[in-house]
């Protein structure tokens, strides 16, 4: 039998969560501008981030998204994010907030 896929909440809450855990202070907030723009900014240090929370892999995007991650992404940190690469995603966020030697500031 085959897993059920998180309700896309429920998965944002447990990220937003274990990202919180490792970055003590870190600010995330829910963006609600433009269509497209995606879902949470991360806030840590001189750093920020993006990212736009889908069900699953093959969930469709709305106008507008993938413009915006990859315009944000050439600024700063964006990605689609998503069950299926959650682990890669969160190493690389780990990896962009993190001091020179690579551990949690």
């Known amino acids: ?59 469709s995007h709305q106008p507008n998204q993938d413009w915006y991650v990859h315009t944000m992404n050439k600024m700063s940190f964006a990605r689609f994010i998503f069950p299926e690469n959650s682990k890669e995603v969160l190493e690389d966020l780990i990896q962009f907030f993190s001091d020179q030697k690579g551990q949690p500031q």
Request: aromatic share 12%.
């Open 1 to 59: 039998m085959a897993k059920p896929k998180p309700i896309e909440s429920s998965f944002e809450r447990h990220f937003i969560k274990k990202i919180k855990d490792l970055f003590p202070g870190m600010i995330v907030k829910k963006l609600h501008d433009a269509q497209g723009i995606p879902d949470r900014l991360f806030l840590y240090g001189s750093k920020w981030a993006v990212l736009e929370f889908k069900r699953s892999a093959d969930e």
